[in-house]
Structures are given as structure tokens and as C-alpha cells.
């Protein structure tokens, strides 16, 4: 095994061993909300929301953009789990405002090995083979950190599986200060209609 693997197996064990009653808490969110963020490892929903194990739903991916599957999880959380608030949080120095789509697929095209980036950009230095198949995936790269999180929450308040009455709300957060900055024209975007 692996040092990470062995890193995490003890820290299970460490945390199983005080588990205590969390065994018992229900499947819904106590505070009844859900957020949608970024994977950036740097970007500790419980801390920065004030989060604890019950709470609410996190839903991560890269950027914390209204995918497909991030929407799909949204409706669960509110359908089947009952939550009645969302936030779409991004957050600054996100390394989806480093690279486009062509970008990506000409990386992946060339290897399928770790990329590296400097002051001339992004460059593969992987031994092929790669492969084509990056161009059938739209990657929702960021090109405006403030206008992307107004396009996820028009995205998500216009899906037809989304209950108009949840109110989403719109945040960057600042990698530098810790705090969340609302996003006005995303949360007003957002409101319930």
C-alpha cells in the first residue's frame, strides 16, 4: 500500500474510534441547505459555512459549477431530503480561470499524464499516447470568476426540475482572506419566484 492509503486508513481509525452518535443522525440535512462548490482542496466548506457532520449537503466538483450532475444532485437534496436553500460558491485563483476547453483537449489529445503550467501557459510533457476524447466533454472552464456564478445560478433556477420556490445564492470565495463575497446579480438571479 501506498503512504497516503495507510495516512488515511489510520485516520479513519482514529476518528471511527470516537463516533460516538453520529451513527444516529438522519439521512436530511439538519440546517435544511446545500452548497455547490469548488474541489480546490484549499476550500473547507464546514469551516467556512460553519458546518458540522448533519448539517447540509455539499456538492463538489471542479469550479463548484451547475453541471448536469451537480443539478441532478440538487433536486435530490431538495426532493427526496428536504432542503430548501442553496449556494453556488466559486471561489479566487480557481485553476478553471487557467485553461479553456481547446486547452484541455489538446493536452489530453498529446498524453494522458500530468500537465505542467508556467508564465507561457499550460504544456504537456507525458509520453503519448493520448487520446481525442476530451472534445466531447465541455470541461465549463472560467473565464469570469463573478459571471460564472451568475451563469451556474440562472442555470440551475431555470432548470425545469427545480422548484422555483428555493432561493440560491450566489458567493466567491476569497482563498486569501477566508471570506465569502456575495455575488449580488447571481443571488438576485437566484431568488425565489
Same mark, same amino acid.
Given at each position: ?42 476550500? #473547507?466548506?464546514? =469551516?467556512?459555512? @460553519?458546518?458540522? !457532520? %448533519? ?10 459549477? &451547475? ?56 504544456? #504537456?510533457?507525458? =509520453?503519448?499516447? @493520448?487520446?481525442? !476524447? %476530451? ?10 470568476? &463573478? ?47
Amino acid at each position: 500500500m501506498s503512504r497516503i492509503v495507510d495516512e488515511v486508513i489510520a485516520a479513519n481509525s482514529a476518528y471511527s474510534a470516537d463516533f460516538g452518535d453520529k451513527g444516529a443522525l438522519p439521512m436530511p440535512p439538519g440546517r435544511a441547505f446545500a452548497i455547490l462548490t469548488c474541489m480546490d482542496a484549499r476550500l #473547507d466548506p464546514a =469551516k467556512y459555512a @460553519g458546518l458540522a !457532520e %448533519g448539517d447540509a449537503h455539499v456538492i463538489r466538483n471542479a469550479g463548484g459549477r &451547475a453541471s448536469d450532475d451537480a443539478i441532478r444532485s440538487l433536486v435530490i437534496s431538495h426532493k427526496l431530503l428536504g432542503t430548501r436553500e442553496w449556494f453556488v460558491i466559486h471561489h479566487t485563483d480557481c485553476g478553471m480561470l487557467t485553461f479553456t476547453n481547446e486547452i484541455m483537449t489538446d493536452l489530453l489529445a498529446s498524453s494522458l499524464e500530468t500537465a505542467t503550467i508556467d508564465a507561457s501557459g499550460w504544456r #504537456d510533457i507525458g =509520453k503519448g499516447p @493520448g487520446s481525442p !476524447e %476530451g472534445r466531447y466533454i465541455n470541461w465549463l472552464t472560467i473565464s469570469d470568476n &463573478a459571471a460564472s456564478v451568475v451563469d451556474d445560478v440562472k442555470r440551475i433556477k431555470a432548470h425545469p426540475l427545480v422548484n422555483k420556490s428555493i432561493p440560491v445564492y450566489g458567493y466567491i470565495y476569497d482563498c486569501k482572506s477566508g471570506r465569502l463575497v456575495e455575488i449580488p446579480d447571481a443571488t438576485a438571479a437566484g431568488r425565489p419566484g
